[in-house]
């Protein structure tokens, strides 16, 4: 028993990727790097407009500059993993690198999980209590809010990575993914994993279903008052804007509720990997483009650096 635990600690997992045909390969990666560019470069310029302009110092951007963090470091745990097997031929991963990009993932999508519910919350009470807005979205609020989304996410992850990791792994150590997945993982395991399995749905009720209501509730919240609103314009404003919001919610949450609250045996390979794409490359693209690039103090505040860099 020793010596197969040995053999689990020092193997080499492989990880089989998207697509097997190299011609759809090339154009897919070819776009996947391009995307990879975007989110880094959007993500990046947000923290910048975010820490350079004062008008932008207010919980909403402070949550959103956290946010713009975790999907800059969501994409790159992922992505130059899989352009550089794609490019090298190369499809291993070392067990101490598989268990980083468990660690880190599962970090990222529990702490953005929270997060986005914290924003939610600090919309909702934006719109629906502006009065009491200076109270409960204090400094000392959002910062508890962003450190707690930060620390909740890696005390979670620590615990299932090494829940994960510690299992004995077969024969065969191919992981039918495009990166290292628990649910995917577990599949390759010998030993029996129900109690496991019921860990990571609770785990999935605490993160996925609990924030997931809570922001729908918000909303909800946010366009009854929003309908309430004597000027047209305001409504129509409010309502794309909330409207936006949901879709790119809808679009992380959906698939990651899909994902790990399924058992097991109801997995598909296929399906995992599409709805992958959803939370870990296609959110963190959208999020700026959603939550900022729409918005008029970003714009202005992009408009103001270029003029300042450029007068320089």
């Avoid at 959002?142 to 077969?170: D, E, K, Q």
């Amino acid at each position: 028993m020793m010596g197969h635990e040995n053999h689990t600690f020092t193997s080499d997992f492989i990880l089989l990727g998207l697509f097997s045909s190299s011609q759809s390969s090339l154009v897919f990666f070819s776009f996947l790097f391009i995307i990879f560019i975007m989110t880094v470069t959007e993500n990046t310029v947000i923290i910048l407009l975010i820490l350079r302009d004062s008008r932008l110092h207010t919980p909403m951007y402070f949550l959103l500059s956290h946010l713009s963090f975790m999907d800059i470091l969501h994409v790159s745990n992922i992505v130059p993993k899989m352009v550089t097997d794609f490019l090298s031929g190369s499809r291993t991963i070392s067990f101490v690198g598989c268990g980083f990009q468990v660690f880190l993932s599962l970090t990222l999508l529990g702490g953005e999980c929270l997060l986005l519910a914290a924003m939610s919350y600090d919309r909702y009470v934006a719109i629906c209590h502006p009065l009491h807005y200076p109270i409960l979205m204090n400094d000392y609020v959002c910062i508890v809010m962003a450190r707690g989304s930060w620390l909740i996410g890696t005390v979670n992850s620590i615990v299932h990575t090494a829940y994960a990791l510690h299992f004995p792994f077969c024969a065969s150590r191919a992981i039918d993914h495009f990166f290292c997945e628990v649910p995917a993982m577990l599949k390759l395991s010998c030993v029996d994993t129900t109690l496991y399995e019921r860990g990571i749905y609770v785990s999935g009720l605490i993160f996925l279903l609990v924030p997931f209501s809570l922001i729908v509730a918000s909303y909800v919240q946010i366009l009854i008052t929003v309908f309430q609103m004597k000027s047209s314009e305001a409504r129509k404003k409010s309502f794309s804007t909330c409207s936006f919001h949901m879709m790119v919610v809808t679009m992380y949450y959906g698939p990651f509720i899909f994902t790990y609250m399924r058992p097991k045996s109801y997995h598909t390979p296929g399906q995992d990997k599409s709805l992958a794409i959803f939370y870990t490359i296609l959110t963190p693209t959208f999020n700026p483009i959603i939550y900022s690039f729409r918005n008029k103090d970003v714009l202005e505040a992009m408009k103001n650096m270029l003029k300042s860099n450029f007068l320089h």
